[in-house]
């Protein structure tokens, strides 16, 4: 097993994983140098697409959330409806509050705060890009993050699976009416092949090397080769960085003082929803792997989606586009920083007791000794489980 991944310290953080903020910080100032001294290498790179979805980008991101997808136990899924008080935090902060106040804050800063300094046309176009991102919330880097604070995964796919579901039905309403557009045209085939790059296509990847593994060698197996991608999870991290700045290097250097002006109130935004849905887990005794990805989902973007409808709405040179790729920027440190805090506070939520998770589904040969727990004994785990929630 990787090393890196066996020194842990009290917050369970690798060795390596406690020094993210570093290798980021370096990742960052390596995008930006690469992306000004061979900005057309990254160009290349930017134009390999499909639906305004970046091939590179998504394999980077197949990388890090493909070891989580090796932990999900399609048999226990049903559970979650047992324990919705998770799900219910997560959508109501997705869908009645995120959008609301990144509407809220783009006005009092571009309206009142940045009102002698931004012209007011180009104000509005900043404005409508923060609203997108906030209307945007997030489906593929919550599975990161829930991986990096030992989240549940079944209770993450579930989290991100019902909130994509609400995403194809609310994101034209809402956005259309913060935005004041009424005829908001939704890029469909972003959205769907979002949904299926970053979540249908890891999971089965993650189920068929799940069940091949437990046919073979049990359920020890999967932990340990999960635990063995963690590094390879992390590199992946690292080189979307990469990609993420150098992609916007010429804008970061050309425009400094408007990234920085648009960044603020993302910022924010971003430290005030997790704030805000860490709180009210930590008040609803939520357990930390389904407290740290609820409060995650609802912190993170879809920016994908965003971007699109941005460059759609008002062209790829518009300040909206530029507002939704400054979230872009900001997201991955503002995150790990957000993990890095859960990791170090997860002592503020009811401890969790092993076996807290439905048994591993068992192989016929393991059924045939023996070991796999009856039935009397899962439905006990199951009602102990859940009133501890």
Not at 131 to 152: D, E, H, K, R, Y
Not at 262 to 273: K, R, V
Request: proline fraction near 6%; aromatic fraction near 10%.
């Amino acid at each position: 097993m990787n090393s890196a991944t066996d020194d842990r310290d009290a917050s369970g953080l690798g060795a390596f994983e406690r020094f993210l903020t570093v290798w980021v910080t370096l990742a960052i100032a390596a995008g930006i140098g690469l992306g000004l001294v061979v900005p057309g290498v990254f160009k290349q790179v930017a134009d390999l697409e499909f639906a305004q979805v970046n091939l590179v980008v998504a394999v980077l991101i197949w990388l890090m959330i493909y070891p989580m997808m090796l932990k999900v136990e399609p048999d226990c899924l049903s559970d979650v409806r047992h324990r919705p008080k998770g799900l219910i935090l997560t959508l109501s902060i997705n869908w009645l509050i995120k959008p609301f106040t990144m509407a809220g804050l783009a006005y009092l800063f571009f309206r009142f705060i940045y009102a002698d300094f931004v012209p007011a046309a180009q104000a509005d176009e900043y404005i409508a890009g923060m609203i997108l991102l906030g209307v945007a919330p997030c489906t593929a880097m919550v599975f990161v993050w829930s991986q990096l604070t030992n989240g549940n995964p079944n209770y993450t796919l579930a989290q991100v699976s019902i909130n994509d579901l609400i995403l194809v039905f609310a994101f034209a309403p809402i956005a259309g009416l913060l935005l004041g557009v009424t005829d908001l045209i939704v890029p469909w085939a972003t959205l769907i092949a979002s949904v299926a790059i970053f979540v249908v296509v890891p999971l089965g990847a993650g189920l068929a090397t799940r069940s091949s593994l437990l046919r073979r060698d049990g359920p020890g197996a999967v932990e340990t080769f999960a635990d063995r991608l963690k590094a390879t999870s992390i590199i992946g991290l690292l080189l979307t960085v990469v990609l993420l700045f150098g992609f916007q290097a010429e804008t970061i250097i050309e425009q400094p003082a408007r990234v920085l002006m648009i960044a603020i109130p993302l910022l924010i935004q971003s430290y005030g929803i997790f704030a805000l849905g860490y709180g009210s887990a930590r008040v609803l005794r939520l357990p930390f792997d389904v407290a740290a990805p609820a409060a995650m989902i609802g912190t993170s973007n879809f920016f994908e989606l965003a971007v699109a409808v941005a460059i759609s709405l008002y062209g790829l040179g518009s300040g909206a586009a530029l507002a939704t790729v400054v979230g872009v920027l900001i997201e991955v440190p503002v995150m790990l920083s957000l993990v890095s805090f859960a990791n170090r506070t997860k002592g503020w939520f009811p401890a969790l007791p092993t076996g807290t998770n439905p048994p591993p589904v068992a192989t016929s040969k393991e059924a045939t000794r023996g070991t796999t727990p009856t039935a009397t004994q899962t439905s006990q785990s199951s009602r102990a489980t859940r009133s501890r929630e």
